[in-house]
Every structure is written in structure tokens, then in C-alpha cells.
């Protein structure tokens, strides 16, 4: 039987074990190629039994354009509409939009963010 001389100290454990640590580890790997999709001790389903809850400790939405805004620089709330500011969102305030089925379409460009309404039934994105 042949006999393994281990180097003296604690260090020489050490590059000992790694290699051969190393060398488990990577064996471990290659047989890892089909893990199990099921639970191994399981025999019979059972029902799922997990809620996901949500937060509401903080606010869900902001508004684009609240009130209190002064969107054109006058030192003036803006409080209604003003046609002078370019309105952004869901639409671009220069295209017109026709209602079509259950969506806006664009359907043409403006550059003064007038559309024509009464007889083509087109809509301002602003």
C-alpha cells in the first residue's frame, strides 16, 4: 500500500485540500445536467397556498399636469386649457386623430394643433 506524505503545517493542508475540493466540486457539475422539474418526495399534488400582497404606503400615480402649474412661464397658474402649451401623453399635440373601432389613429400632421373636426371628425393629440 503506498503512503501520502501530507506537507507540514497548516498551509500545506490547505493546498492540499483545494485541489481536491476543486476537483469534487467540478465532478458535482458534470452530473448536474438533469435536475428533477418535480418535487422528489412528493406523491400527491397539493393546493398552492401563497398571497402576494401589495403595498399601497406610497402614491400610485402623479398627475401630468396638476392645477397649481405655471406651464407657460406668466407667473399664472394655468387652470384650463391653453392652446399656447404643448400638451403631452398619451397623443402627439401635432397629429390628428380619428376614432376608428375601439382606437385613436393618427391620421394626418398640423402645425398649428388644429384639426378638422366638423367635417372630418379628426381630433387634436393636444
Known sequence: MMKIKLPAGKTGLCFFLMPLCLFLCWLG????????????????????QVMLTMSNDHQLYFEAYPDYADLTGDGKAERTYNHEVDYYGYFDPYKCYIYSGSQFEPVSTTHAKYCNQSSSGEWSGN
Not at 29 to 48: C, D, I, K, M, R
Open 29 to 48: 457539475v458534470a452530473q448536474a445536467g438533469n435536475v428533477a422539474q418535480v418535487p422528489l418526495f412528493v406523491t400527491q399534488s397539493a393546493v398552492p
